[in-house]
């Protein structure tokens, strides 16, 4: 059976949907005898039918931040990624800096970014990109780094530049990992930028900004309203990789089992 009628297939969904009925169960029973813990689902569902704007203005401030980051840290990762993998002496010195970079933690460092960058969208586009560069570094240098040993020894008796080498054998070798790495961080991106809602200061919109201020005023059913905006775009994204992934790596192993 094809990956894409898999898909389509009634038991591709069926799990999840009885989970989220099982979970939907389990919160209506819980917030029931427990209303400061959990709202019921449905005042959170009548806070997106009373003010859609509110929502869908924060959440694409949100995904503004989120994509922008995805896109400046995966760049930066995937070019440092070519020459580490093209230049040994070039990885050994850069590895350590770039896990001094990775340990460090985003929230002691983003006041003085926003500092240095002003109190607009540029912070929380260099919070999100940090948080998500790591993963897709390492996995691209990985992949990189994968190729297969025979097929490396047939470009080297054609007597192939090594410009040759990256483009047709080193870079589609890395795809799989690149795209194992951007299932990662899609999702993780959004929860780079609401950490850089949180801790950057003069944020005036975004769903971190948003749910800083309900929690402030104990406004619960806002505050998971907000998170269900978040997994809801999650779930997209992550949706949205896997389809390019299943297209572009159609030829790949991994897309035919």
């Known amino acids: 059976m094809r990956s894409g009628t898999r898909f389509w297939h009634l038991r591709f969904w069926l799990p999840t949907v009885l989970a989220l009925v099982v979970a939907g169960l389990l919160w209506t029973w819980v917030a029931r005898d427990n209303p400061y813990v959990l709202p019921t689902l ?28 995805l896109l400046f840290g995966g760049l930066a990762a995937v070019v440092l990624a070519v020459l580490m993998g093209e230049s040994t002496l070039f990885r050994r010195g850069l590895t350590p800096l770039i896990v001094v970079l990775n340990v460090t ?7 003085a970014l926003v500092v240095a960058f002003g109190f607009g969208m540029l912070p929380k586009v260099i919070v999100t990109g940090l948080i998500t560069f790591f993963p897709v570094l390492m996995n691209t240098v990985t992949g ?35 795209f194992s790495a951007l299932r990662v961080v899609f999702p993780l ?19 971190g900004t948003l749910i800083s201020v309900a929690s402030s005023n104990s406004q619960l059913d806002r ?29 790949h192993e991994s897309q035919n089992r």
Request: with cysteine; proline share 4%; charged share 15%.
């Open 42 to 69: 449905s005042s959170v569902a009548r806070q997106f039918v009373e003010q859609p704007d509110l929502y869908l203005r924060n959440a694409w401030t949100t995904l503004q931040e989120a994509l922008l980051g």
């Open 105 to 111: 933690p985003v929230v002691a460092i983003a006041p």
């Open 144 to 178: 990189l780094r994968s190729v297969d040993r025979h097929v490396m020894q047939v470009f080297r008796t054609v007597d192939a530049s090594r410009l040759d080498v990256l483009v047709r054998l080193r870079f589609p070798s890395a795809l799989p990992y690149l």
């Open 189 to 207: 991106s959004l929860v780079g930028a609401i950490v850089a809602e949180f801790t950057a200061a003069g944020a005036q919109s975004g769903l």
């Open 223 to 251: 505050v998971f309203a907000a998170i269900a905006c978040l997994a809801a775009m999650g779930s997209l994204l992550l949706l949205l990789v896997t389809v390019v992934e299943r297209r572009a790596l159609s030829w």
